[in-house]
């Protein structure tokens, strides 16, 4: 299962989508993600599920890494279609169980939220796998650079999300360590009920923020030799340009969610 979680996981290439400025691929999930919570119809649905497969398509990452990386939310997608099925109140009984009552708008809705989810989920994964951290990092970093006129910390704030998206990885590896080394001592971690799998996990807890505040005591003593004061006065190695490509895709993008936000007005 930690295997599956691929979040911060960067693949390199040499795509279109590897290309487009970090700043453009984040206002692209934004108005994805705009335009999922629009949709509401199985029309506009297949729409943004098109949008997908050309996406993963011209990055060439492949299908099966963003599936891969739902198994960690399965549970919680499935709970909440089941919610949505049980409990969304509707005109078209189709299944009566006591207090339960599946209706015709309960299936629709667990339908569309269970899609909503795993379409959201892979179009942010998707931006993960085609941006490496550093470049994420930039491009947050210049888009939010208005605000740095209200004091805000920029800068602070997108190293911080940079070094979190860097360490999900090493973290996930150093748990698998934990885990293998206690099961070779013994440790049992699957059987028992709810919180006997809880105490079992205590083991693994530990070590791991032990680890973890290591690493930040490292990483903040690497950061100090390198004479590091935030972000006032640094240059940039590779500044962020706008090309033709970002315009085109950032043009097709709004075109996708006027389209959407059209079909709902007409109610297809």
Same mark, same amino acid.
């Given at each position: 299962m930690l295997k599956d979680i691929t979040l911060g996981q960067y693949f390199p290439g040499n795509t279109v989508a590897h290309k487009l400025d970090p700043r453009t691929k984040i206002l692209l999930v934004v108005l994805y993600i705009v335009a999922l919570f629009t949709a509401k119809s199985l029309l506009t649905y297949g729409i943004m599920a098109l949008c997908l497969a050309v996406c993963v398509r011209i990055s060439r990452v492949g299908i099966r890494q963003l599936v891969r990386g739902l198994k960690p939310v399965l549970f919680i997608i499935i709970f909440t279609g089941v919610l949505n099925l049980l409990f969304t109140p509707g005109e078209t009984e189709l299944f009566s169980w006591g207090f339960l009552h599946v209706t015709g708008e309960g299936l629709r809705n667990a339908v569309f939220m269970v899609l909503r989810i795993m379409l959201l989920i892979m179009g942010t994964f998707l931006m993960t796998y085609t941006t490496s951290p550093i470049s994420l990092t930039d491009g947050l970093e210049r +888009?939010?650079?208005? +605000?740095? *006129? &209200?004091? @805000?910390? @920029?800068?602070? +704030? $997108?190293?911080?999300?940079?070094? $979190? +998206? *860097? &360490?999900?990885?090493?973290?996930?590896e150093e748990t698998d360590k934990i885990m293998s080394a206690q099961k070779a001592r013994g440790a049992d971690f699957e059987s028992g009920n709810l919180i006997q799998k809880a105490k079992a996990l205590i083991p693994i807890l530990v070590p791991l923020f032990i680890s973890a505040f290591r690493r930040a005591d490292e990483l903040a003593t690497a950061m100090e030799c390198r004479c590091y004061h935030g972000g006032e006065g640094r240059t940039k190695l590779h500044v962020l340009r706008y090309e033709s490509r970002d315009y085109v895709a950032l043009t097709i993008g709004v075109l996708v969610v006027a389209a959407v936000a059209v079909l709902r007005r007409l109610g297809l």
């Open positions: +888009l939010l650079n208005g +605000l740095k *006129r &209200f004091h @805000v910390p @920029v800068h602070e +704030l $997108a190293m911080m999300m940079s070094i $979190a +998206l *860097r &360490f999900i990885p090493t973290l996930i």
